[in-house]
T-cell receptor
Framework: DTEVTQTPKHLVMGMTNKKSLKCEQH?????MYWYKQKAKKPPELMFV???????INESVPSRFSPECPNSSLLNLHLHALQPEDSALYLC?????????????FGPGTRLTVT | AQSVTQLDSHVSVSEGTPVLLRCNYS??????LFWYVQHPNKGLQLLLK??????LVKGINGFEAEFKKSETSFHLTKPSAHMSDAAEYFC??????????FGAGTILRVKS
């Protein structure tokens, strides 16, 4: 099973709201990623977790707060977002960080900030 | 610097004709290269991966890609396009630190 699941599929939130995106994989992967994809653009890396520890933060604003509660779950907590944060948020996982293992992507959460 | 360039933003083919999506790379070492496909409002699906074991890589759904070091290219091909192939395709390069660097994408249109 090479499935990465993400919830919710769609999310609309106001600029003062707090919400969370969730990602889950059961492939035993030890690296998990958050990407942001704006319309008509390629995905851009936001965060990497390796063995449940934050490994890479691509200078993402603090209104995005990642969390990895266990090896199968990855959350992205959102607070005080701006309309320009509206995008498709993709989660991915791979066997390990630091190798060229394939990354498997979830279907994404379409976020709209009003 | 490691990067990939997709040479066409849009490609249009007729159903049953060959598909060619072009990708050039820049890397100071032997690269690991990937092709992903993204259907509308979906996540990315891995088509194939090159890691120097063989220059011709076969992927899913009849796609294959050939690594040409002399041309720094990794073009994606399929002998016969199907309507379901209409999607956006991303070439990607693995960068040190487990960071995937994506090209800008190529939208493939398949005409009936």
């Amino acid at each position: 099973d090479t499935e990465v699941t993400q919830t919710p599929k769609h999310l609309v939130m106001g600029m003062t709201n707090k919400k969370s995106l969730k990602c889950e994989q059961h492939m035993g992967h030890r690296a998990m990623y958050w990407y942001k994809q704006k319309a008509k653009k390629p995905p851009e890396l936001m965060f990497v977790y390796s063995y449940e520890k934050l490994s890479i933060n691509e200078s993402v604003p603090s209104r995005f707060s990642p969390e990895c509660p266990n090896s199968s779950l990855l959350n992205l907590h959102l607070h005080a977002l701006q309309p320009e944060d509206s995008a498709l948020y993709l989660c991915a996982s791979s066997q390990q960080q630091g190798t060229d293992d394939e990354q498997y992507f979830g279907p994404g959460t379409r976020l709209t900030v009003t | 610097a490691q990067s990939v360039t997709q040479l066409d933003s849009h490609v249009s083919v007729s159903e049953g004709t060959p598909v060619l999506l072009r990708c050039n790379y820049s890397s100071s070492y032997s690269p690991s290269l990937f092709w992903y496909v993204q259907h509308p409002n979906k996540g990315l699906q891995l088509l194939l991966k090159y890691t120097s074991a063989a220059t011709l890589v076969k992927g899913i759904n009849g796609f294959e890609a050939e690594f040409k070091k002399s041309e720094t290219s990794f073009h994606l091909t399929k002998p016969s396009a199907h309507m379901s192939d209409a999607a956006e395709y991303f070439c990607a390069l693995f960068k040190y630190g487990n960071k995937l660097v994506f090209g800008a994408g190529t939208i493939l249109r398949v005409k009936s």
